[in-house]
C-alpha cells in the first residue's frame, strides 16, 4: 500500500511517504507556519523523489486534530482533496494520538499536550500498548490544566507528558511529583512517518465529503456569533467530529 500521511495541525509540518511498512521519503519543517506556501509543492516533491506518480497513491493519513485552526483546515482541505480526486482512501487520526506514537514503551502513560493558551489545553490520555499502539484513556478535549489534574488523580503511576509542555510542567510538576515524566524534544514534535504506519491499520472513513476537522472547542467565528446572539440558536454552524 502507498501512503501519502500529513500532520499540520501546529507549527511543525511533517509529510512522508510510505510503501507499506518502508518509508519512502519525510520531510519535517519546525520554523515557521507557512503550511498553505509549502505544503502542496512538499507532498508533490516527495512523491516525486519517492518514484511514484500521484495515482500510485492508495490511501491519504491526515492529523486531523485538534489543534490550530488553521492548520488542521489546511491538512484536512488537502487530503480530502487528495482523496476525492484520484479516488483514494482517507484516514484520519487524532493529532494528540500522532505525538503518542513517538512513545514505544509498552504500559507507558502519555499526556499529549497542545497549548490553548491561558493555561488550558488541547489533551487526553493514552497507554502505549503491547503491540506499541496508544491506547486512549481519556478522550481528547479543550480542558484547564486544574480540570485536567483532577482527571489524572485516579491514575496512581507514571505519566509522561509530551508537545507543548513547557507552560504545564510547573504545575504538573507540582501535582504529580516525580510520577511526572517529560519526554524529550524531539518526542514532541509529530512524525508523519509513524502516522503513515499507524493510519495504514485504520479503517478509513466511508464519505470523505462529510469529513471536516477535529477543533474541540467553538472556532473565533462561532464564539463572536454567540456573543452577538445569546438567545440564538445553540447548533454549531460549523460541524465538529
Not at 512523491?47 to 491538512?75: C, E, H, Q
Request: with cysteine.
Amino acid at each position: 500500500m502507498k501512503i501519502l500521511a500529513i500532520d499540520t495541525s501546529n507549527r511543525p509540518l511533517s509529510v512522508a511517504v510510505l510503501d507499506d511498512d518502508h518509508l519512502l521519503a519525510q520531510t519535517n519543517i519546525t520554523t515557521h507556519r507557512k503550511h498553505a506556501e509549502f505544503l502542496m509543492p512538499i507532498i508533490e516533491d516527495l512523491v516525486s523523489k519517492s518514484d511514484l506518480k500521484p495515482n500510485d497513491l492508495d490511501r491519504v493519513v491526515v492529523a486531523a486534530g485538534p489543534g490550530s485552526y488553521t492548520g488542521i483546515r489546511m491538512a484536512v482541505t488537502a487530503a480530502k482533496t487528495i482523496a476525492a480526486t484520484l479516488e483514494i482512501q482517507l484516514t484520519m487520526v487524532s493529532s494528540l494520538l500522532t505525538l503518542c506514537l513517538n512513545v514505544s514503551q509498552p504500559g507507558v502513560l502519555v499526556n499529549p499536550i497542545f497549548d490553548g493558551r491561558n493555561q488550558n489545553m488541547f489533551t487526553g490520555l493514552y497507554q502505549i500498548g503491547d503491540d506499541g499502539n496508544p491506547i486512549e484513556l481519556i478522550e481528547d478535549q479543550h480542558i484547564n490544566l486544574d480540570q485536567w489534574l483532577e482527571l489524572l488523580e485516579p491514575y496512581n503511576q507514571r505519566i509522561m507528558i509530551v508537545g507543548d509542555t513547557d507552560a504545564f510542567e510547573e504545575g504538573m510538576r507540582h501535582a504529580l511529583g516525580d510520577r511526572l515524566i517529560v519526554a524529550d524534544k524531539l518526542a514532541d514534535l509529530p512524525n508523519a512517518a509513524r502516522l503513515g504506519l499507524y493510519g495504514k491499520q485504520v479503517d478509513p472513513v466511508t464519505n470523505v465529503d462529510a469529513v471536516v476537522p477535529s477543533y474541540l472547542r467553538l472556532t473565533k467565528a462561532e464564539a463572536d456569533w454567540k456573543k452577538l446572539h445569546p438567545n440564538g440558536d445553540t447548533h454549531n454552524y460549523v460541524e465538529k467530529i
